[in-house]
């Protein structure tokens, strides 16, 4: 029986999808024969710069085609995208639409991955799988939803766990199956260029030059018309654990309750299939 992340990604993760039993093969072996070549090609960038291994942790709405756009030439990283960490690969662990890669292969990188507030993440998720401009893909599983409106969809998250996103914790990209923390350092979108300029100056690593952003939502909108007081609440609830830990209130970015300089030592785990998160050091569900 083929695992039901596999069989999406296999299958419906994008429009024209090629080869899916191929890839139905690759995914229960893991075998990453993209990810292989890419290695390859940094593994040789980085011996001649004499830098250090940088893995980015691809949380999908977060400015990661940003990043990709600074990765060639000025902050040089690997791109991890879209994948939840985890060596145990069943369906109680790995959502649908994320795809499960094995701890090994993230050693000897240092990781950083990116946050963002949740009530614009959602907008940004939208957009996403509605189509906003040219990207199409109507095998999605939520792109019938969206085109029903925004509210009709954020709902349709906020009471499922087993697709991504869900009303479980919205980044369980930061822990693994055993609940244990994987990245080490944490951007938020909100300030992202500041955040990969400390990044660069702590490795010593080129200072990226500051691009044009890719943005998937209509200008003319502001965030707070996406949510009537209702939705509002029901969000601000069901995110309260991201919003406290990470700094935001309501559509405020604020001062976050953890270093996220140094998120790896930070005292959390999280329970994916229970969806519970802890502060160790309290023993506290939080």
């Known amino acids: 029986m083929i695992n039901k992340w596999l069989k999406y990604n296999a299958f419906q993760g994008e429009q024209n999808r090629s080869l899916p039993w191929l890839r139905v093969l690759f995914g229960i072996i893991d075998f990453r024969p993209n990810l292989m070549i890419t290695k390859y090609k940094y593994e040789k960038k980085i011996k001649k710069l004499k830098v250090e291994r940088l893995g980015h942790i691809h949380i999908p709405k977060t400015g990661g085609s940003y990043l ?11 791109n991890f995208n879209h994948v939840v960490v985890r060596d145990d690969r069943s369906d109680e662990l790995c959502p649908i639409g994320l795809t499960p890669i094995k701890k090994q292969k993230l050693e000897g990188y240092f990781l950083f991955s990116t946050v963002r507030n949740p009530l614009t993440f959602l907008i940004s998720y939208y957009h996403h799988v509605k189509n906003f401009g040219d990207y199409i893909n109507s095998k999605n599983y939520d792109y019938e939803d969206a085109q029903k409106g925004f509210k009709h969809l954020v709902l349709k998250i906020i009471n499922r766990t087993d697709k991504w996103p869900s009303r479980n914790f919205l980044f369980p990209q930061l822990f693994n199956d055993k609940g244990e923390i994987v990245v080490d350092w944490i951007n938020k979108n909100e300030t992202l260029d500041n955040d990969i300029k400390e990044l660069a100056t702590k490795f010593d690593i080129k200072i990226p030059t500051k691009k ?40 405020k970015t604020v001062d976050s309750t953890i270093d996220l ?26």
């Open 68 to 78: 990709n756009s600074l990765s060639d030439n000025e902050f040089l990283h690997l």
């Open 212 to 251: 044009e952003s890719i943005r998937v939502s209509p200008k003319k909108i502001s965030n707070e018309e996406y949510y009537d007081q209702e939705l509002l609440k029901l969000v601000l609830n069901i995110y309260s654990r991201e919003m406290n830990l990470f700094g935001y209130d309501r559509f």
């Open 261 to 286: 300089r140094n998120f790896k030592n930070s005292n959390y785990n999280y329970d994916y299939k229970n969806d519970i998160l802890i502060q160790k050091e309290k023993n506290e569900i939080i």
